[in-house]
């Protein structure tokens, strides 16, 4: 069965204090992950996909990889608007999303 | 529109009650998704349109959930005789073209949802 598993639940950082969020996956015949960050109240901001393992992207403070496993969101020095969820999916034939729980994320000042 | 849009934001309804929440997908996406997302959940798939072809139902929880696309434009989520379990935020996605591809266009863009409470 195709699943995500996203760690952890919560996290709670210093501004400045790197960091990196986990999601771990199982899916036959991956299209590509997904990362989409969403905030309270709204629909889910699309950030970075990737499709091989040792792939990387980068987006200001924030840098994807990909194993055959896993996905890794590092955030470098994180800033408080950088608060919010952080939800990673996969994408197998029939074109819909698989979604982790997510990873909600609070940098204090 | 620039981005997805979905109506009404919120609906209050009572048990038992009809709804209908509609979606309006980014111009020239051909492939329309609904999902739900349930408080402090992930989201959870229900159903896709891509184009002509059938729709993949899978998701779907029960009969009581049916949703339409006229085209490649506006879609309609129906829930029948609304439960409390129902209540939840239902979220729209669209994308450039559908599963099995590879590449950007199969990134999937999301509306604000609609926020559905079940009295």
């Known amino acids: 069965e195709d699943q995500v598993t996203q760690s952890p639940e919560a996290l709670r950082l210093q501004e400045g204090e790197s960091s990196s969020l986990n999601c771990s996956y199982t899916?036959?015949?991956?299209?590509?992950l997904f990362w989409y960050r969403q905030d309270p109240g709204k629909g889910p901001e699309f950030l970075f996909t990737?499709?091989?393992a040792g792939e990387e992207k980068e987006k200001e403070r924030l840098k994807a990889t990909l194993t055959k496993k896993e996905s890794f969101l590092h955030i470098t020095a994180p800033k408080p608007e950088d608060s919010a969820t952080y939800l990673c999916a996969v994408q197998a034939w029939a074109g819909k999303l698989i979604f982790g729980q997510g990873t909600t994320l609070q940098v204090k000042p | 529109g620039a981005g997805v849009s979905q109506s009404p934001s919120n609906k209050v309804t009572e048990k038992g009650k009809d709804v209908e929440l509609r979606c309006d997908p980014i111009s020239g996406h051909t492939a329309l998704y609904w999902y739900r997302q349930r408080l402090g959940q992930g989201l959870e798939f229900l159903i896709y349109?891509?184009?002509?072809?059938?729709?993949?139902k899978s998701g779907l929880p029960s009969d009581r959930f049916s949703a339409e696309r006229t085209g490649e434009s506006v879609s309609t989520l129906t829930i029948q005789r609304t439960q409390q379990e129902d209540s939840a935020v239902y979220l729209c996605a669209s994308s450039s073209i559908g599963g099995g591809t590879s590449g950007s266009r199969n990134i999937q863009y999301f509306g604000a949802g609609t926020r559905l409470s079940v009295l």
């Open positions: 899916v036959s015949g991956l299209r590509g």
């Open positions: 990737l499709y091989s």
């Open positions: 349109f891509q184009g002509n072809s059938a729709p993949d």
